[in-house]
């Protein structure tokens, strides 16, 4: 069953066919260029952004393959940016009306969720699944773990109890006046200082035996080294790696704790903040002390927000029958929850 | 010694009338209440407390009325009094020594209480008489906040002298109430709890905890606006210096739970569950906002209905919206500080009229 998928959650406008587990057609507009002069993600631009680029993105993919071969619509319902979620939900709700077609919503961290088995439009990579999987989404708006129990199950052991690991880090960013995003700067500046984690900051929540993050407290503890060295002047650099390090380690530890706990050593490291490479060979060395694998977002391009992945998730649900009845009754829902 | 679950007050208050001794929760910790106006019944307190004369005990009272029978309030004192109470303070004030004498201190003054504790605000009120606010513990011991620590440390002998229990399980571990003397010139606090202020406007936080809790202390004096028009909290401070957790306390009080940063997505809307009143929790983040067209698109102004909370975190980029949330609503505007301490905090509050 072809299905059309629509991906508006956040500040990405995306729009893919897929079939199965493979993607037929995918497109994505960024507008990250438009957020960049804020400072962070704006709602209002992003739904204006939203429905100014969907009807093109819809377009472009239909060029490829024609809307009859195409049976369901698929959208994200949440979580996300109310307005943004809304630009989606409203375009997928006007095509299952005109051309009669299915809807199936989504959640978005389920599509992150899926994004390790993905495959093109050949079929590849071809990892076949072997439940159950521990997967850390890790993003701007999320910082979840969660055991993968089998297709549509979910248990969700862990998450963020104040800000996500990439909201963290972007609001480092801004203390130390390096725009937005700040994941990839701060990436970018530890990588030039060998990731060396000069100051030591506080890891959060790491002596709580619980599987739940919080970084209020690091932001507090950056503030505060700021202040009281105003006066050194300290590169940023060691600034930004050492941040970054405290952050990290927290994830790493507290997969670590997961995996003792459940005993699962397949491990999915999926959202944005997966697309940092230093973390993803924190990770892999992780996983390798204890022998276990290591699954990223198959494409590059499936680290960020994208509507193939939504479209996998929508293919799964199709195949048993968890379609909406009455399209009316479909909301966004901005804190869904899995 | 009997033990009930229930708020039974008939039975309480008849065996207060009798001058019994009654274990009774309290918005701190298991409290020994008396009549504070039989002599015999203080008699029998501070027999069981092991407490040495000269060394006084407070009163709980049921409103501002009740507390100006029983001590002196001149105007000055009374306006402190009325923006700090009710709320787990003591107040110090000159007794006019019509309750037991051996409960006031040696100056003559007595302390009173105005918890914002329904239990207690209704056991008074239908007693109509002052009962003692003391915590249950023997002199010199620690204090309870299970009917089963109390009884593990009382000798058979003081397990006895109570008459009543009245247990409701496991009372969070707030700390005694923060001892306040107005009874002269200048105000001076004499002992520490949970709820600290440098004067009615300024409050001090040591940990989160006490940040959450002057949040719940400030709703809870104000959410009665909310039967009415919106109730809005305005909250300036800088990155990580406690803003989130000031609203996890609100949505705690609503029994809101898992409250997370909203500054992704700007704003969350939380349903409040089994509250005759209040309805939604609704908490922005402006961190990621920063002009005026974009702040009138998130369409606040349509938010402003009686029955909701809005809390406003990044408060101070609010602009021009200002007026409005003034005209349609009873807004509160703190600064959260950060001091020379890492773990304190300042928090200055100010009622926009």
Known sequence: MKILAIETSCDETAVAVVEDRRVLANEIYSQILLHQKWGGVVPTIAKRAHQEKIDFLINQVLKKISIDEIEAIAVTQGPGLAPALEVGIKKAKGL?????KKLIVVNHL??????????????????????PYLVLIVSGGHTTLVIFKDHLQYQVLGETIDDAAGEALDKAAKLLGLGYPGGPVIERLSKEVNNQDFFHFPRPMLKSKTLNFSFSGLKTSFYYFLRNNKARKIDLHSLASS???????????KTELAIKKTQIKKICLVGGVSANLYLRKKMRDLVKKHQGTIYFPSFRYLTSDNAAMIGVVASYKSKKGLFVSDINQVDRLPRMSL | MKIINQLEFRTI????????????PSDTVYGALVDATNKEAVTKLLQFKNRPPGKAISIFVADFKMAEFYVAIKNKEKKILTELLPGPLTIVLPSKHRTDRRLESEKGTLGIRLPLYNPILRLVTQYKKPLTATSANLGGYSTHYSIDSLLKQLPKKKQEMIDLIVDSGKLPYNKPSTVVDLSEEKLKILRYGDLNFINTKT????????TKMIAQYLLKKNLFFCRSKPLIFIIEGDLGVGKTIFVKGLGEALTVEKIVSPSFVIFYEYKIDN?????????????????????SSLKIDSLLAPSHIIVI??????????????????????HIKYQKNINRRKIIVNEVI
Do not use: C
Request: charged share 25%; hydrophobic share 40%.
């Open chain 1, 96 to 100: 299952v009306g005109q051309f009669k």
């Open chain 2, 203 to 210: 409050w001090i936080s040591s940990s989160p905890r006490q």
């Open chain 2, 13 to 24: 208050i008849k065996v207060l009338k009798k001058g019994g001794l009654v274990i009774f």
């Open chain 2, 313 to 334: 975190e990044w408060g101070e980029k609010i602009g021009e919206i200002f007026k409005q949330l003034k005209e349609k609503g009873k807004v509160i505007y703190l």
């Open chain 1, 110 to 131: 389920e599509g992150h969720i899926y994004s390790p088995f993905v495959q093109n439009s050949k079929g590849n990579p071809k990892i076949e699944f072997n439940f």
């Open chain 2, 275 to 295: 509250h005759p009143f209040a309805k939604k929790l609704i908490h922005f983040d402006l961190f990621n906002v920063s002009d005026q067209e974009e702040l």
């Open chain 1, 243 to 253: 941040f970054q390090e405290a952050v990290f380690d927290t994830l790493i530890k």
